[in-house]
């Protein structure tokens, strides 16, 4: 089984009940998952060889949450090709940069390398006011895919 950080950006408190429910998920699985609401590099470099979820929200015009943006700073510059990785980006499609946070990060990762496993999930607010509705069938595929 598989040691999984979950890094998490919210502003509101929905990306971090997503990955609250994506930790019972994994766990129940048999994964060992720590959730990181204020993620450090410090956590992050814990997960470098085995396996990360980014579970964000997007603010303004594609923006990081302030919880997951000095991360994302720390994180450039970085070569990351044993990293296994998902991304859940939360946003609002009637935004120009729906789910910008997370296409971001996935950027990132993807230039340094690093293995994304399964496709990026997007959800819309506007389309699933509860994002666990879709997010938790997509953890449990995910899992699998590990």
Known sequence: MAKIGIFVGTVYGNALLV????????????HEVGVFEDPTFENWTAYQDQVAL???????QGDLPDSIR?????????YQPS??????ALGDSSYDDFCGAGKKFDALLQEQAAQR????????????PEPEEVTSPWVESWAAQL
């Open 70 to 78: 000095e991360l994302f700073a720390a994180l450039q510059d970085q």
């Open 54 to 60: 980014i579970v964000t929200s997007t603010t303004g």
């Open 19 to 30: 990955a609250e429910e994506a930790q019972e998920i994994l766990q129940s699985a048999g």
């Open 117 to 128: 496993v399964g496709d990026v999930l997007l959800v819309d607010a506007g389309e699933y």
């Open 83 to 88: 990293l296994r990785y998902g991304v859940i």
